[in-house]
């Protein structure tokens, strides 16, 4: 770790405002990075990002306010030039399933850039990386995130490394995996790092010293150790969410062996995250992550009510996906994939497409907010048993199984996740194309379309299959006779769905009239 000078006095949320900065976000499409540049925003900056797929953020309220700039990291000449007169750079850029070799791949990476932003006199360096203890063989993710923050310290720019532990809030990775064991396991049969002593950090308080980084006046080139100051270890996490969540208490078996990819494995099992992130997860936790140094204090003085403690941070994230108001979610930095061949014809390609249409007398408006809340709580509207088996044959072949939910009840941008979907184009009130993330041979996109047929409206359903070779030919064959059951019933109940929706709400506005507050508010059901 470099050495550092020390400042007498704290800097205020004030002081950090009113240094504004021009900074370029990398992984702006992440879980961190989403988050943050609205932040950025509000605290007066100029915020210039760097995206591969400038898709993924259309839908999100503030993009008028940045610039963005569509390129990658190793393209050196696009990078140098979306750097020239930035002030500050924040890498976000971290890969937790990158195959073999991404630990090389990962520090060339971060050295290409440290040159990139010395080339364009850039002032400062911000990275998010981890909390480890010093001196320990870490795991291969951990000693990855370990490199790249040395890289960037013994760089030409200085550069302040954030070392964070298990972060909480809604939509994050470590959260959802709690989450899942809590309200999944009774009883928790669990490895012995489960005693490890782990302190977790808020997302918030995450944001809040991402923040004030920008704004800091003193020339720093040193790592700095970020957390809640509240150590538990991960089986008192467990309960601690248990009781934040009123769920009975949930007793913890630790066992005498590690067995982190056997761990590994049984995660991604009962949660939504896959088995190439469930892994790298688990080994993160082979030993205690406690914050060594709190020399932070000095340098940004703590939020206003003080550091969030884990039981009030899992509270926030319980509340914010309560009331549909989860920013980012860890599954929508998903991997990109090329888009659908456009009609007619689909480019050459060989396709199956099973095709469904529904004419009926409901308003095209009620179907759209049913096609528009499809998946996560509110179900595929057909044979549940079936979408959960195949869910979990995919999470057994590495896939993202239906676990994954989605971030908002109701609304839906592009580039989001809904279960082993993600959104690929929406144009609300009339079209919704998901494109499958699900383990198949070949590619997979479902669309959902709404338009007006005189007084009612005429739903259209398509799902669409490019098979790769022989394997994918013969499993569109296999899976017809489901597809017969299942796309049928779901083009019947999504239009008999806004049928109801349309009767609740015209009840609901009739006792409103009859002076009932608060009616009229119905929304779809499964």
């Given at each position: 770790m470099a050495g550092a000078g020390s400042s007498p006095d704290a800097r205020t949320a004030d002081d950090q405002t009113a240094a504004a900065r021009t900074v370029l976000v990398t992984g702006a499409t992440g879980y961190i990075g989403g988050r943050l540049v609205p932040r950025l925003l509000d605290a007066g900056h100029r915020v210039k990002m760097l995206v591969r797929s400038p898709e993924k953020i259309a839908g999100v309220p503030w993009l008028d306010d940045v610039e963005v700039i569509r390129s990658s990291l190793d393209d050196s000449a696009a990078l140098e030039e979306a750097l020239q007169g930035v002030d500050v750079l924040y890498y976000l850029v971290h890969s937790m399933a990158a195959g073999s070799g991404f630990?090389?791949?990962?520090?060339?990476?971060?050295?290409?850039?440290?040159?990139?932003?010395?080339?364009?006199?850039?002032?400062?360096?911000?990275?998010?990386?981890?909390?480890?203890?010093?001196?320990?063989?870490l795991s291969t993710h951990m000693r990855s995130r370990e490199a790249v923050g040395e890289v960037f310290l013994s760089g030409p720019v200085d550069a302040i490394v954030f070392q964070a532990g298990v972060v909480i809030g809604s939509g994050s990775a470590s959260f959802e995996m709690i989450r899942h064991l809590a309200e999944t396991l009774p009883l928790m049969p669990a490895p012995s790092w489960v005693r490890n002593r782990i302190e977790a950090i808020?997302?918030?308080?995450?944001?809040?010293?991402?923040?004030?980084?920008?704004?800091?006046?003193?020339?720093?080139?040193?790592?700095?150790?970020?957390?809640?100051?509240?150590?538990?270890?991960?089986?008192?996490?467990?309960?601690?969410?248990?009781?934040e969540a009123g769920l009975p208490p949930r007793p913890v078996l630790a066992l005498p062996v590690p067995a982190p990819r056997l761990a590994g494995l049984w995660v991604a099992l009962v949660t939504p995250i896959p088995l190439s992130m469930s892994v790298p997860l688990v080994q993160s936790l082979q030993h205690d992550a406690v914050s060594a140094e709190h020399d932070i204090d000095n340098f940004i003085r703590q939020p206003d009510g003080g550091l969030?403690?884990?039981?009030?941070?899992?509270?926030?994230?319980?509340?914010?996906?309560?009331?549909?108001?989860?920013?980012?979610?860890?599954?929508?930095?998903?991997?990109d994939a090329d888009p659908l061949p456009s009609d007619p014809g689909w480019a050459g390609h060989r396709v199956y497409v099973d095709e469904r249409t529904f004419a009926s007398d409901v308003d095209p408006r009620r179907v759209w907010t049913i096609i528009e809340g499809i998946g996560g709580r509110n179900g595929w509207y057909s044979l549940p048993l079936a979408w959960s088996v195949r869910g979990w044959l995919d999470k057994l072949s590495g896939g993202a199984g239906l676990l994954r939910g989605r971030r908002h009840p109701h609304h839906l941008v592009a580039g989001e996740v809904v279960d082993w979907?993600?959104?690929?184009?929406?144009?609300?009130?009339?079209?919704?194309?998901?494109?499958?993330?699900?383990?198949?041979?070949?590619?997979?996109?479902?669309?959902l379309c709404v338009e007006p047929d005189g007084a009612g409206s005429r739903y259209r359903q398509r799902a669409i299959f490019f098979p790769k070779g022989l394997s994918g030919r013969l499993y569109w064959l296999a899976v017809l006779p489901f597809h017969s059951i299942i796309f049928p019933a779901m083009s019947r109940n999504i239009t008999a769905a806004a049928r109801r929706l349309s009767a609740e709400e015209k009840s609901g506005a009739a006792e409103h009239g009859a002076g009932r507050p608060g009616a009229g508010e119905a929304r779809p059901s499964p």
């Open positions: 630990e090389a791949k990962e520090k060339a990476m971060a050295g290409l850039v440290a040159n990139a932003a010395a080339a364009a006199s850039v002032g400062r360096i911000v990275y998010l990386g981890g909390l480890h203890p010093r001196n320990t063989a808020a997302v918030r308080d995450v944001l809040y010293y991402l923040v004030g980084a920008a704004s800091l006046a003193e020339q720093l080139n040193r790592t700095f150790d970020i957390g809640s100051r509240d150590v538990l270890t991960y089986a008192g996490m467990m309960k601690e969410y248990a009781a969030t403690g884990y039981r009030r941070a899992v509270g926030l994230a319980l509340g914010k996906e309560r009331d549909g108001q989860v920013e980012t979610t860890w599954a929508n930095a998903g991997a979907w993600r959104v690929e184009r929406i144009e609300r009130g009339r079209l919704l194309r998901l494109r499958a993330e699900m383990r198949a041979p070949g590619r997979a996109w479902l669309e």
